[in-house]
């Protein structure tokens, strides 16, 4: 996946990589990112919202505003603000197949 994110990392990349998947495709992020750092590193949106066509990229950043969560492709929903990366995720932009709506 092209890093096409709105985050662009500058410093402090001495920490262990971590791989994941977004959408399924490999990506990268370090130890010690949250999943919304993770995936703003390489797309520029982490979700559709739900009530219109605006893209959600987070916002309180603290886990109260509910603007992060998104899909795990096998493991149902998480709050990527307050969650961290963890080698392995799979991790998902749209709502996966069969969701509940």
Do not use: Y
């Not at 995936?39 to 987070?58: N, Y």
């Not at 950043?61 to 969650?83: F, K, S």
């Amino acid at each position: 996946m092209r890093d096409t994110g709105r985050i662009v990392r500058l410093a402090e990349q001495g920490r262990p990589p971590v791989r994941f998947l977004l959408n399924g495709e490999a990506c990268e992020a370090l130890a010690g990112d949250t999943v919304l750092t993770a995936m703003l590193l390489h797309v520029p949106a982490l979700r559709q919202s739900e009530f219109g066509p605006e893209k959600r990229a987070g916002f309180c950043l603290m886990g109260a505003c509910q603007d992060c969560w998104v899909w795990q492709e096998d493991a149902g929903r998480l709050r990527a603000c307050t969650t961290l990366i963890a080698g392995g995720m799979k991790l998902l932009t749209a709502v996966p197949q069969g969701w509940p709506s």
